[in-house]
């Protein structure tokens, strides 16, 4: 008898850790997948603040001009950022004891590296953590199929785009003024705008934020109280109640009013309901949610597809007439003109 408790106290002491890892009732949820996600994204944070702080400057053209990129060394915070791995690394994995010293390690911008695919592991970990506890609670996985996205266009730009450009010094730097400068040689180099992908995930981006703008002002500007005015609106409410939380019928006047729609005779009675506010309805569509993260996808197959250096309606020089003369650019226009004024 006594064996038998003893083998059951051992076995609950694991299903005690799996029900602790696994609960939703936590104050935050950890599943299986934050049992990597959590550290990863600790180690990338720390190296992160350190390295932006006190890192040395980093060979990342690999020709001996260190480029310096931490508070200590003379930057900002608008012009710090975290200096990608030398070219001279390349696409090596260049962890800490590969190097000859941590000096070495540093000179060549290991920190980057480490930082880069913590982040990315642990950004997927978390997408797998939404997933896991969407599951747990019986939900869809919409948010984590809509984080893909964001994950999707981290990993091009971070991981995808180095690796056909043949070195992670061509991967974005840690910063803000980085990123502007990563963006602005990106243009220069492949001609991003004139890409259809981009053009696609710039559209679907802006409407898909006026869109929800839209739907979320109508909800929030016309909640029925349910509450006193000392007490928080969100009191009034719970999660899955059959009761309405907002008046459909005024969020359809507010948006006649703004939009034009001609619908204020036939507003009352059997219109009151969520299918006939068509802001509402499009919205509530898993296929219409996924705009935002569509767009994003697209943003990302745009950073793919030019990796490997497919060019985007570049023409070399001048264009041609029909004639088969070189067209005036704009410049040389205004000039003439100017001339003849």
């Not at 602790?20 to 550290?39: A, C, D, H, K, Q």
């Not at 059997?270 to 802001?279: D, G, P, R």
Request: hydrophobic share 45%; aromatic share 12%; with cysteine.
């Amino acid at each position: 008898m006594t064996a038998i408790l003893e083998r059951r106290e051992s076995e609950s002491l694991w299903g005690r850790f799996c029900n602790w890892i696994t609960s939703t009732e936590n104050r935050l949820y950890i599943g299986w997948f934050g049992v990597l996600m959590i550290p990863t994204l600790l180690t990338a944070t720390s190296v992160f603040i350190i390295a932006f702080i006190a890192a040395p400057p980093v060979d990342i053209d690999g020709i001996r001009e260190p480029v310096s990129g931490s508070l200590l060394y003379g930057n900002n915070i608008i012009s710090g950022a975290i200096i990608p791995t030398s070219a001279a690394i390349g696409l090596h994995f260049y962890p800490i004891w590969e190097a000859a010293s941590v000096d070495e390690w540093l000179y060549n911008g290991g920190p980057y590296e480490l930082i880069v695919l913590h982040f990315l592991l642990g950004v997927a970990c978390y997408m797998g953590r939404e997933w896991e506890l969407s599951f747990r609670l019986g939900m869809r996985p919409w948010i984590a199929v809509a984080y893909s996205a964001p994950v999707a266009a981290a990993t091009a730009v971070f991981l995808i785009y180095p690796i056909g450009q043949g070195s992670f010094s061509d991967g974005m730097p840690l910063g803000i003024s980085g990123t502007f400068n990563f963006m602005i040689v990106f243009q220069a180099e492949h001609n991003i705008l004139m890409h259809p992908f981009h053009m696609l995930g710039v559209a679907g981006v802006f409407g898909g934020s006026l869109f929800s703008a839209m739907h979320g002002s109508l909800v929030t500007s016309s909640l029925i109280r349910e509450t006193t005015e000392n007490e928080s609106a969100n009191e009034g409410y719970r999660f899955g109640q059959e009761e309405e939380t907002y008046n459909i019928v005024a969020a359809h006047v507010n948006e006649s009013e703004h939009i034009g729609s001609n619908y204020h005779a036939w507003m009352e009675g059997a219109f009151n309901t969520i299918e006939n506010c068509w802001l509402s309805q499009w919205l509530s569509r898993p296929e219409e949610q996924l705009l935002i993260p569509i767009s994003l996808a697209s943003s990302s197959l745009r950073a793919v597809h030019l990796s490997s250096n497919h060019e985007t309606s570049r023409k070399e020089g001048k264009p041609l007439d029909k004639t088969k003369a070189l067209r005036k650019i704009w410049e040389e226009n205004k000039a003439a003109a100017s001339e003849k004024g």
